[in-house]
């Protein structure tokens, strides 16, 4: 059974930074690109960056702008993302997904977490 589970969210100050981990089981994670979606309230699940298996390739949503970095360790089965400078529009749901290939189409991803929450407050 895969499971992926989410994990360091919480409430941050405007400015503030913070580092999602998604942990990964039931499959064999280094064959997976691992991506992190978001969703605020009352708004579509929003693309926000995905890693290829090794690392290598990595990809960011418009909005990113430099202010947050995705890796991964396969020997930990786990994917990060770092999120630096937050401000209030960073406030969502944040969701990792397992698939075989980069996109940012949600209806694309294998797998899903089931979301850990970010405040972020002004």
């Known amino acids: 059974q895969v499971q992926l589970v989410e994990s360091g969210g919480g409430l941050v100050q405007a400015g503030g930074s913070l580092r999602l981990s998604c942990a990964a089981s039931?499959?064999?994670?280094?064959?997976?690109?691992m991506t992190w979606f978001r969703q605020a309230p009352g708004k579509e699940r929003e693309f926000v960056a995905n890693i290829n298996w090794n690392g290598a390739g990595k990809i960011y949503g418009d909005f990113v702008k430099g202010r947050f970095t995705v890796s991964r360790d396969n020997g930990k089965n786990t994917v990060y993302l770092q999120m630096n400078s937050l401000n209030p529009e960073d406030t969502a749901v944040y969701y990792c997904?397992?698939?075989?290939?980069?996109?940012?189409?949600?209806?694309?991803?294998?797998?899903w977490g089931k979301g850990i929450l970010v405040t972020v407050s002004s």
């Open positions: 039931g499959l064999t994670f280094s064959t997976y690109v």
């Open positions: 997904a397992a698939s075989f290939s980069q996109r940012r189409l949600a209806e694309d991803m294998h797998y």
